[in-house]
């Protein structure tokens, strides 16, 4: 032991019980010790983003001594066998100290969906962690459209960036929102993101096209997630599990909570547990009616509520 020494970094990669840790001097594999495992029960141990304290004897090879507490996590209630029960004892972290999350969509090709949108702004929120939004390919609809299509969202208080990464539109802008952060990216595939990634910085799109590729496999059994680090600091991450990050561990109650128009107007409602469809005395439904809360949004709202729903009573019904 006397001659192992102590470091401290972040981890940026996760496989099959490996963590990699990319310290002062370099990338080091380390491994947790069933002390740690005793002591963390209910969440993941060790995650991609943590930053860790760890001991090695070789520079090389080291234990995982400790880990800080996390500031934003990405994570999901562990699906259980049954693919629609979920199982709230243990929290499965997809990443941890996420400063900020893109969501990439196109203005056309493919048609935009802002039921996914908000669905995923409501992730966002259930974590409390930043979201972007970056309007993809406005090359191809006539300069204002797309603004007209979501500047909803920019007076909703979100970060709205409009992008071609064919023609390079925005990246800049992009760019710069990237750097010094951990930006977990997501979208649909087709939006863009591999295009957008690659304009911001030569081949960071294929490297994580490469690391969703090799997730796409096996990912049941193996955890694996990597941050790819960008020139001028930070990281982009991607894990397999942020494709299929739904918000099955919301509670259908709590989802009003999550549209921050809605949110604010929830405790006018007459009934404390007014669900906002057809309660009299409804404050948001008033909103609606009186154009301040747009009907897409509460359409979403809406349907949101009833598919969460659907999925509680099944689950626990
Ligand atoms: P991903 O699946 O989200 O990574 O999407 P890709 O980056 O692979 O892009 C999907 C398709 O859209 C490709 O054919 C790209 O060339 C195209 N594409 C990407 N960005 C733009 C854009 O800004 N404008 C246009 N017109 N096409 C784009
Ligand atoms: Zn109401």
Redesign the pocket.
């Known amino acids: 032991m006397s001659d192992s020494e102590r470091l401290s970094g972040q981890v940026v990669k996760a496989q099959s019980g490996f963590f990699w840790v990319e310290t002062e001097r370099g990338l080091i594999r380390t491994q947790i010790p069933g002390r740690l495992k005793q002591e963390r029960k209910g969440t993941d141990i060790v995650a991609v983003g943590d930053y860790v304290e760890l001991d090695t004897p070789d520079g090389e090879h080291g234990m995982i001594a400790h880990v800080a507490p996390r500031v934003r996590v990405l994570s999901r209630a562990r699906p259980a066998a049954n693919a629609r029960q979920v199982r709230h004892d243990r929290e499965q972290v997809l990443v941890a100290n996420v400063d900020q999350v893109v969501f990439?969509l196109?203005v056309k090709?493919p048609q935009p969906s802002l039921r996914k949108l908000d669905r995923f702004l409501v992730v966002a929120e259930q974590h409390g962690i930043p979201a972007i939004i970056c309007v993809?390919?406005?090359?191809?609809v006539p300069p204002g459209s797309a603004v007209a299509m979501f500047d909803l969202y920019a007076r909703l208080g979100y970060a709205v960036i409009y992008?071609?990464?064919?023609?390079g539109e925005g990246v800049a802008a992009l760019r710069a929102l990237l750097a010094g952060k951990l930006t977990v990216f997501a979208?649909?595939?087709?939006?863009?993101?591999?295009?957008?990634l690659?304009a911001v910085q030569p081949d960071l799109?294929l490297r994580v096209?490469a690391v969703s590729a090799a997730t796409g496999k096996g990912m049941h059994t193996t955890r694996f997630a990597e941050l790819i680090p960008l020139d001028g600091g930070g990281y982009v991450a991607d894990t397999p599990g942020i494709r299929g990050l739904a918000i099955y561990d919301v509670e259908p109650a709590e989802i009003d909570g999550y549209f921050r128009e809605i949110a604010p107007l929830v405790a006018d409602c007459r009934f404390n547990d007014c669900t906002h469809r057809q309660e009299t005395g409804c404050a948001v439904r008033r909103a609606v009616e009186e154009g301040s809360i747009s009907p897409a949004r509460y359409d979403s709202y809406l349907r949101l509520r009833e598919e969460h729903q659907l999925l509680d009573d099944e689950a626990f019904g």
Request: aromatic share 0%.
């Open positions: 990439v196109a090709n993809n390919k406005i090359d191809l992008t071609s990464a064919q023609r979208g649909s595939s087709g939006v863009g993101k591999s295009s957008l690659n799109g096209r």
